[in-house]
């Protein structure tokens, strides 16, 4: 049972990505708290891992689930 579409995951998949690095310059408590630059790496990281494995991943147009999956080697 899928309750989002592929192509809606997808979507998600980048915008996640993009929030994960922006996060760092939207909230203001880091520089309120005067926080080092060596705290915003973490999510610089996380932000373009998810955007490399939206990027990577293959997505067939009838989805990801199951009908291709269980196929025979015939020899």
């Known amino acids: 049972m899928r ?3 592929t192509l809606v995951h997808g979507v998600i998949d ?3 990505g993009l929030i994960a ?3 760092p310059f939207m909230l ?3 520089s309120l708290l005067d ?3 060596d705290f915003r790496w973490p999510s610089y990281l996380v932000g373009v891992a998810a955007l ?3 990027a990577t991943t293959e997505i067939r ?3 990801t ?3 291709n999956d269980n196929k025979e080697i015939i020899t």
Do not use: C, K, R
């Open 3 to 5: 309750f989002v579409p």
């Open 14 to 16: 980048y915008i996640v």
């Open 21 to 23: 690095i922006a996060l």
């Open 28 to 30: 203001v408590l880091p």
């Open 35 to 37: 926080f080092p630059p």
């Open 52 to 54: 490399f494995l939206a």
């Open 61 to 63: 147009a009838s989805g």
């Open 65 to 67: 689930a199951g009908q």
